[in-house]
């Protein structure tokens, strides 16, 4: 995590900022030294074009530091993860957040990326996952299954059917209750936690999408589109703190042939 060194005002998630909102808490800010506190992870980026912070008078280089202690994810998870991504992220304004020399203070077993012939071994493959778990001691509830957009949710439904776990779709306005497994886009999977995560569907034509790379007119934008469905990729893995399963039907994505490395 990228954390911005100031304490009057402080904004988590500043990766997805947009230039509105950061000429309001400027505004609000005034004149005062030090007003201000920023906490990010470029890696984490999957809303917001970058753009220069410094021309809305927000000047951070040289005063950010990188934090390097994961309370959240075990090791294990959090190194495979960060394959997705380079060691080093800059911005626009020439900031490092370096992820080398990252630790996590929890340990647990290796990420599951089994090789699924079709969407139905996925299914079954998934169910017996979700039954393991289950017989391990979890509860539903600690379970949250991901996947790329809605269009793949009946993929994750059919699994979650099979093994029947109870599980609610979390909506963007709600906030997570009850006792039932979690079922959610990645879009929303931001600020959740959970000790088991399932990610479905991660097939070539879903991660990256399909229709967004094809709709991209100007070979310039390929690069930043490609890196925010890593981004998004990542931010659904590092959910898990103990257990995570990654699955897709057929070929699955170059993004988890990176993960195998």
Known sequence: ??????????????????????????ALAGTSTDALFFAGDLGQRIFQQPFSWTQYGVDIRGRSRTLRINYRTSHQ???QADQLLDPESRDVDGNVQERRGAISVLNGPEPDIPECEDSGSETEQVAAWIEQRRSEGLTPREFGIFVRSEAESPRAKSALELAGLPYERLQPSAMRLGGKATLSTMHLAKGLEFRAVIVVACDDDVIPNAERINAITDDRDLDEVVATERHLLYLACTRARDHLLITSGDTCSEFVEDLLG
């Open 77 to 79: 998870i959090r190194s």
């Open 1 to 26: 995590m990228l954390c911005y060194v100031a304490y009057h005002d402080s904004t988590d998630e500043c990766q997805d900022i947009t230039a509105a909102q950061l000429r309001l808490l400027t």
